[in-house]
């Protein structure tokens, strides 16, 4: 392992002695060491309260344990990188911390005379007033300890090929110490070494970046042993108050019937299909009610017998959810149906109601608009379900995975409209994209507390 680097414990390794034995934990692994030499207590201990390079700490080593047990080291601790456990530094510049276990940190020979240039997948942002440097072709971040290695980032970040070393160390530090905190950036591969492979370039910075951070197990998320406590049960409530007074009640199918005459699973399965073409006579409230019910309400209120997280009331409802804890809400645009007057309106799944919310006039308009053009312009929509999230109702027990769940949630919701409009012989179709700014505008939506991440349409089958 290359002496370019000090090597420390990561701040959330504790170490404690009782008697002969010593234990190593983080807040994912123990280890305990039993009768541990004098020379591998020491360099634990200076791991935990210095930065030394391997070579010192071998050197602590070889003078109280012996040669062997020094050659040995280096061995030992690669065991620890693994576990992401050790931390590398090139003072007084910047500090690599892995982000997840199996970690490898191996520095790269290279030509110094070649140009440098850094990923285009690297990013920096802020955290407690520093910056940090991630991808997400790395499982580590590197924490910017000095204003020069930020502005050595920025100056790797222009498309520049005479980015060697001597141009990126001139009037800023010492070149053995910048040549130090490159070799760190190619070793957490912040510096793309390599042209990217075919496979690689497909990805988009955004998509790549939140494919990682929502399947990554990540060290520095809160502990699972940490048992997350609901606070906002009054801001996020199992459904949502009630949006206005203007109440439009919704009939109750009668489901035992149903069950009689719909046509099987496996036919729905097989038959489902985008339609986004309509009857001339649209759908009617009683069927918008039927397919709300079937889909989206509330069937039954319960709590918990053992409730550690203090969630409070659950729902159980006709499609999944992480937790039960049902962060999507629903909200029919009504463009045209029988009984039912076009605008803007809640679904109340608890009632199985609808609360009217805007009359309709040209945003409200604009919002059909937007679903039409975005499903190749064949038919103006009937009706346009657009699903939002109450982030908080989520976000405080998912931590990192949170938006991505949501997706999920909204795909097994899709499949449930899509069933059901099938079964009922209406003409779904489920939309890549919507405009969340125009609606929350439409809706009066904070939209760091409630977003639209959603769009579907609805209408009646062509006969």
Known sequence: MSDFFTVSFRPDISLTTEGDQLTLQSPQHRLTLSHPQPGLRTALEHLLHSTQTVSQLQAVIAELDGIEASLNFEFELQKLISLGWISHSVL??????????????????????????????????????QFVLESPLSIAKIILLDWRATALIGKLAEVDVSNTLLTLADALIDAEIVKAFMQLLMATGMIALEPESKALSQWKFHNLLFHRQTRLQRLDEPSKSEIPQFEDHEQFPIVKSPMSEQVISLEKPNLEALAKTDISLTQAIESRQSIRDYDDQPITLSQLGEFLYRCARVKEVYTLEDDPMNIGECTKRPYPSGGALYELEIYPVINRCQGLDAGLYHYQPLSHTLHAIADWHPEVEALIFDAWKATAQQDIPQVLLIVTARFGRLFWKYHGIGYGLILKHIGVLYQTFYLVATAMKLAPTAIGGGNSEQFGKVAQLNAYVESSVGEFMLGSLKK
């Not at 790269?108 to 802020?126: E, G, I, K, T, Y």
Request: charged share 15%; hydrophobic share 55%; no cysteine.
């Open 92 to 129: 007084p510049l910047a500090t690599a911390i892995a982000i997840a276990e199996n970690y490898q940190f191996v520095a790269p020979v290279f030509d110094w005379q070649q140009p440098l240039m850094l990923s285009r997948f690297a990013f920096l942002r802020q955290e407690n007033q």
